[in-house]
């Protein structure tokens, strides 16, 4: 470590390591293989679950590359008028222009006549390809020459996975600019110097540009999926362990000027000192994340997979970057309070309250660390309610239109019936199947629909929310 430590911070190998870190970084940008991350997040649900299983058996009955756009019209509480109807009408026959299933595009009107809907059939390839341009054309389509004050909104799949997939467009700029500025306000409190946050800030954000090109790259050879909510997740993992490794560095380094004229020797006590408390940290960390690629989600799995590889990095620059760049720079970085030997400056000085701290926690480790786990224990009493997943409508902030849409559906139709339910029976036990399920409370209607293999597909509409508990 000491070798490692005095090269990391020699007078010229310190120039070396920057220039090699430079180069490395410029051709890990250039030549490792970019891939765009999935802006639709998946379930990835294991191929044991029965729903995984249902849905591959399915994809081989003829309506498997089927998905549906469904659009509703309403007053915002307000019944339909004659000339509503005749409009939506008129609507529905232009939304059948693009529909795989023109005769299906049929208007329906609730029994309370405060809305109307159209759902319309379309092709989940072609839809997956351009989900913008699909949704925009049946909003498009929907709204055109509609009466004052009735508004046309979409949901149903294509609604919903359009408005998911805005809802992270520009997440990632914003949340990188958030961390930044979060980032930098910390190293300037804490350092109180206008200058000495560039150096740190600016080793993790190439960092975390690094841990982005290098996950990006390697998650099709392992078969992981990447997208947009893990890409933001990786970037605050990657920023906040940086800058936590940064902090104990830089704390270290000022100690060791205070006391050494060579600011060469007191990085090299610097970094012989702290980084293997850095190492272990964030090693731990690391560890503790590939534990996820146990798991049964395959966002879990990625999540993982990710972030170890961001922390891994993140460890990376704080020993080997960040430690070449302040030595290149000088003492001078840490104006306005620039460290500078006094020689007895330390004699008879009062140890302050971290250092009494330590020194309290070494006499009595045993006591400390029963207390920890013992309140470790206590909060975790609060995973006893704990509980995840979200339904359609609460993975949102806002309302957007697919939201919107689903509540005037949850109001005047069924609640399930932006997204039903398929249940699979063999052939012959379609009616008992069809009577078993209509004697379930919660379900509204069961149809039955295609058959492949033996296998009948029965589609079944409920009176909850896609997604939801019930």
Not at 259 to 272: F, S
Not at 312 to 323: E, Y
Request: aromatic content about 6%.
């Amino acid at each position: 470590m000491t070798r490692i430590a005095r090269f990391l911070s020699g007078r010229i190998t310190a120039w070396v390591t920057l220039a090699a870190s430079v180069v490395a970084v410029g051709l890990l940008f250039a030549f490792v293989p970019s891939a765009e991350s999935d802006a639709f997040p998946s379930a990835g649900l294991p191929d044991t679950a029965e729903s995984a299983r249902v849905a591959a058996l399915l994809e081989d009955f003829p309506s498997s590359d089927a998905t549906v756009g469904i659009v509703v019209w309403s007053r915002d509480g307000a019944d339909l008028t004659d000339a509503d109807i005749a409009a939506v009408t008129e609507r529905a026959a232009a939304l059948a222009e693009v529909s795989t299933t023109p005769q299906a595009v049929r208007p329906q009107v609730s029994e309370d006549g405060a809305a109307a809907l159209v759902a319309v059939p379309l092709s989940a390839s072609e839809v997956e390809d351009d989900i913008a341009g699909t949704a925009d054309e049946l909003r498009a389509l929907s709204s055109d020459s509609l009466p004052s004050g009735l508004d046309a909104r979409l949901t149903g799949p294509v609604g919903f996975q359009d408005d998911v997939s805005n809802a992270f467009a520009g997440a990632d700029f914003r949340l990188l600019l958030v961390t930044v500025i979060v980032v930098a306000v910390l190293l300037i409190v804490t350092y109180r110097s206008p200058v000495l946050w560039i150096v740190p800030l600016a080793v993790v954000g190439i960092a975390d540009g690094l841990a982005r090109v290098v996950v990006t790259g390697l998650a099709d050879a392992v078969g992981v999926t990447i997208d947009a909510s893990i890409g933001g997740i990786l970037s605050v993992l990657v920023f906040g362990a940086g800058t936590n490794y940064a902090l104990l560095l830089v704390a270290r380094y000022r100690e060791e000027l205070l006391v050494q004229e060579d600011r060469h020797r007191a990085m090299t006590t610097a970094v012989r000192s702290a980084g293997p408390a850095i190492a272990a940290s964030g090693g731990t960390v690391a560890l503790s994340l590939l534990t996820l690629l146990f798991a049964s989600l395959a966002g879990n799995r990625a999540l993982g997979f990710a972030c170890a590889i961001g922390v891994l990095i993140a460890i990376v620059f704080a020993l080997v970057v960040l430690p070449a760049a302040l030595v290149v720079c000088g003492r001078g970085l840490f104006w306005p309070f620039v460290p500078r030997v006094v020689h007895g400056a330390h004699a008879g000085r009062k140890p302050g309250f971290w250092t009494r701290l330590g020194r309290g926690v070494a006499r009595r480790p045993a006591i400390v660390a029963t207390a920890a786990v013992a309140g470790v224990g206590v909060l975790l009493l609060g995973l006893s309610g704990y509980t995840v997943g979200l339904s359609q409508t609460d993975q949102f902030l806002g309302t957007p239109d697919s939201v919107r849409a689903q509540e005037t559906i949850d109001e005047s139709f069924s609640a399930g019936l932006t997204r039903r339910t398929t249940v699979l029976t063999p052939d012959d036990a379609v009616e008992d199947t069809v009577s078993l399920v209509e004697g379930v409370d919660g379900v509204d209607t069961v149809t039955s629909g295609e058959s492949n293999d033996g296998l009948t597909a029965l589609t079944v509409t409920l009176d909850a929310e896609p997604e939801s508990d019930a």
